[in-house]
Each structure stands twice: as structure tokens, then as C-alpha cells.
């Protein structure tokens, strides 16, 4: 009988003490294989998305770029700095404007969030970053649930009260939002 195989590991987190700062994930080697965020100390790790979840992201953060007024900016996988203990990396944001410089981006400069749910990331995206999203005052929250057949996509806009409330759905695949900006999102199955 052969022994099993040793699994080849390319990265491990390094031995720490106490709670995780911005800091000690911005100097953790690099890692193409996974996202590593930060929620008070502490480390959420999950898995790259499938092709189906970064399609998703792509058209998405596209649509949106195509139509962003000319002093905001689209992008995709930016970390955002929500205080000096939480740190995320959204699927895409639109920047309240352009030309970001260094390695994150502070949550004040953010005006739209977005998020593809996938099954490792959907309790954290629709209760916790929605949370922290709130509380850092982003005034829009786009999410996008691939899950049933034909992706369904939820725009959410910030309250008076720091809440999220609904103010657009997606139908048969189709957003379409007047608010930040006017703009119909196809989303791909």
C-alpha cells in the first residue's frame, strides 16, 4: 500500500498574537488564491469566486464604468478601509472619483459597493458587510445573486437612519437604476 501524498502548501498564515490589523494583512505575501479580510481583528478567508461569480463581477463593474459619470470611476477588487480594524475587498465599487492611488482606498471615497454572493461568502455579504457597509456610510449597496438560474441583482440606497432600504430588482436578469446615475445591467446566467 503507498503512503498518501503530502499536499503541497504554498502559503500558511503566519504564527500572531492578538488581534489582526490592517497592517498585518497588508504585508501577508501575496496570494492569488484566496481573499483575506479583516472584520475587528479578526480573518475572513474565502475562496477566489467560480468563472460564472468573476463573469458576473466583469459585466457588472463594465456596465457600470460605461456609464459613470465623468468624475467617478468603476473598478473591481479594490481594498477598502473601513476604519483601522476592517478591511474588504468588494467584487466592484464605483469611486466618488477617480484616480485612487496606494493600496487601499478609504470607505468615504466609496459611493456604490458591490457584491456577488457565492455559497462561502453569502452570510458574511448579506449581514455582515451590510452591516459595515451602513455604518461606514456607503450610500449604495448592489448585490447580485447568481443562485437561482437567472442571477437576480438588489440595489440597496442608505437611509436617513444609516439603513439600507430597496429601491430597485432585478426582472428576468435586467437592473435597471436611475439612481447613483442611470444605468441597465445585463446579467449574465
Given amino acids: 500500500m503507498a503512503a498518501p ?15 489582526w490589523t490592517i497592517e498585518d494583512v497588508l504585508a501577508l505575501p501575496e496570494d492569488n488564491s484566496q481573499r483575506i479580510e479583516l472584520v475587528d481583528g479578526m480573518l475572513y478567508v474565502s475562496p477566489l469566486g467560480t468563472a460564472a461569480h468573476q463573469r458576473l463581477v466583469f459585466e457588472a463593474s463594465y456596465t457600470l464604468r460605461g456609464a459613470c459619470p465623468q468624475d467617478y470611476e468603476a473598478t473591481i477588487e479594490l481594498n477598502v ?6 478591511l474588504f475587498i468588494p467584487d466592484f465599487t464605483v469611486l466618488k472619483r477617480k484616480g485612487a492611488k496606494g493600496l487601499t482606498v478609504p470607505a468615504e471615497d466609496v459611493l456604490l459597493i458591490g457584491e456577488v454572493i457565492s455559497k462561502s461568502t453569502k452570510l458574511k455579504d448579506l449581514v455582515v458587510k451590510r452591516q459595515v457597509y451602513a455604518e461606514a456610510r456607503v450610500p449604495y449597496y448592489l448585490i447580485i445573486d447568481p443562485a437561482k438560474g437567472v442571477p437576480e441583482a438588489v440595489l440597496l440606497e442608505l437611509d436617513e437612519e444609516g439603513e439600507y432600504a430597496e429601491i430597485a430588482r432585478s426582472e428576468n436578469g435586467v437592473l435597471t437604476i436611475e439612481r447613483p446615475f442611470p444605468v441597465t445591467l445585463e446579467l449574465p446566467s
Fill in 5 to 19: 501524498a503530502e499536499a503541497k502548501i504554498d502559503f500558511l498564515l503566519p504564527n500572531h498574537e492578538g488581534p
Fill in 81 to 86: 478601509e473601513f476604519d483601522d480594524r476592517r
